[in-house]
């Protein structure tokens, strides 16, 4: 065994009998379905997250992700495969080493690294020749090499002999009944083959499909294209409705009968904006980077533009109806129902329904909102933060009490015939009155 190979056979050899000990930093929707996995399949993990909360329910056996049972977390924390700390210290025991911390933005609009950067100083403080290195936060092309590899090498220690770099895209869709952890293809590229061997050796024992590509930076673009294709797709859906209204054609008709091509087409549907903590940050974290480069994104910059405009679309559509009623914003009471950032999820991330709310405040409109998964939400009206309650249980009456009642999060939950039975006015941006025969109290995006 060469100098050169020792711990890349050595780390190969305990990933192929299961000795090696898989460490996992950050344990939400990401770290926490990987760390079982793992720990499924026979490794040791050690989970390591800054919030004792999430690792004292997981060494008590509780999970606080929908999307992994309770019952699998209780298995691997009894038979001793998975353990948590908040101590990155035991970093010190483990071969191998996923990131899966968040990557946001920050109030300027620009990409927060902070939190690769804290993991990665941990590491290579806890640093043991041989360890496997794995970033999963989604980041602009270049993050591994310009800021992790250059903290791993510093004192000597090098790449694909010493240790072992590679970065794989979470693809992780929170929710999704039919697409898991286990089953959802894994790119992964590193920073040179034997890291890109290394780590697809190791993906390969709990993901059924792993892609190996030719370098990190490969693998970051992979992923931001992903989700620049749908804010960029879902933004010419939203200017689609935009010139369908000004056509007087009903866009959701239009790209209903464009979806019957079954080729050279995918539906994507306009809305009230962009939310979540995905598409809307993402394509932002490209565009940053290609600024750097002085380079400007345009398709980018346009989709944001255009998503982030919606907002204010729908308020014009809200005052539009009222005005055709004589009624004036300022005044009215206004009912939004659903604040999520989309359908039958409990995360308020990025949700357009908060700017809409803002929005109808700062107008002047008695705003209230409705959501059966979000009891309070804080929004903020004229740069001041504030809570608001969702209202109690619908019901006629309480319905029959609003001048307009807006559809902004189209939850499966909702009984829209009985909704718009009972609404005087319901303007739908989600077309969750489809099935309804046309009527004169409804008014779509
Ligand atoms: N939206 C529209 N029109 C559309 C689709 C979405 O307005 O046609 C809105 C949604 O209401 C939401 C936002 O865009 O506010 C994002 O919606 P999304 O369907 O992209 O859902 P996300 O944010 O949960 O995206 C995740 C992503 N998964 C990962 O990044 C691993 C995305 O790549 C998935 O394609 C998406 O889930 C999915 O398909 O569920």
């Not at 790119?187 to 290394?198: H, Y």
């Not at 490209?286 to 980018?300: E, G, H, P, V």
């Not at 014009?316 to 950032?341: E, F, I, M």
């Not at 009490?401 to 989600?430: F, K, M, P, Q």
Request: proline letters at 6%.
């Amino acid at each position: 065994m060469s100098e050169d190979t020792r711990y890349s056979e050595e780390l190969a050899r305990k990933i192929e009998d299961r000795s090696a000990v898989v460490g996992i930093i950050g344990l939400g929707y990401v770290g926490l379905p990987l760390a079982v996995e793992f720990a499924k399949a026979g490794y040791r993990v050690v989970a390591i997250d800054l919030d004792g909360s999430k690792v004292q329910a997981l060494n008590e056996g509780r999970s606080y992700i929908g999307d992994v049972p309770t019952s699998d977390v209780q298995q691997v924390v009894q038979n001793g495969k998975l353990h948590a700390t908040t101590g990155f210290e035991a970093l010190r025991e483990v071969d191998a080493i996923s990131i899966c911390v968040p990557t946001p933005l920050r109030k300027t609009k620009d990409p927060d690294i902070s939190y690769i950067v804290s993991a990665t100083e941990s590491i290579a403080d806890n640093f043991r020749p041989g360890q496997l290195v794995v970033l999963e936060s989604t980041t602009y092309p270049g993050t591994t090499d310009e800021v992790i590899l250059p903290r791993l090498e510093a004192g000597g220690h090098k790449a694909g002999v010493d240790f072992f770099l590679a970065f794989s895209p979470e693809r992780v869709d929170p929710g999704n009944p039919t697409y898991v952890t286990a089953n959802i293809p894994k790119v992964i590229g590193g920073v040179t083959p034997t890291c890109t061997q290394l780590a697809t050796a190791l993906y390969s024992r709990v993901i059924a499909t792993v892609i190996p590509v030719s370098s990190p930076a490969t693998a970051e673009m992979v992923k931001l294209l992903e989700n620049t294709f749908r804010a960029v797709n879902i933004g010419m859906a939203n200017e689609l409705a935009i010139m369908c209204s000004k056509l007087g054609i009903d866009v959701w008709e239009v790209i209903e009968a464009a979806a019957t091509k079954p080729f050279g087409f995918m539906p994507f549907y306009p809305g009230p904006g962009l939310g979540g903590h995905c598409i809307p940050i993402d394509p932002l974290y490209l565009s940053w980077k290609l600024k750097t480069l002085n380079y400007n994104a345009r398709f980018i910059e346009l989709a944001s533009e255009i998503n982030t405009s919606m907002p204010e679309y729908v308020l014009d559509l809200v005052a539009d109806a009222l005005n055709d009623q004589a009624k004036p914003l300022r005044g009215s009471r206004v009912l939004v129902l659903g604040v999520t950032y989309k359908r039958d999820v409990e995360d308020v991330r990025e949700s357009p329904a908060i700017d809409i709310i803002s929005l109808l405040l700062s107008k002047g409109a008695r705003a209230e909102y409705h959501d059966p998964y979000i009891k309070t939400l804080e929004i903020s009206e004229h740069a001041q933060a504030e809570q608001i309650a969702s209202i109690g249980d619908l019901t006629e009456d309480k319905l029959r009490e609003y001048d307009a009642v807006v559809i902004v999060t189209d939850h499966t939950t909702y009984d829209y015939g009985w909704i718009a039975d009972h609404a005087r006015l319901l303007v739908d941006t989600r077309n969750a009155t489809k099935h309804l025969k046309e009527r004169d109290n409804i008014r779509r995006l």
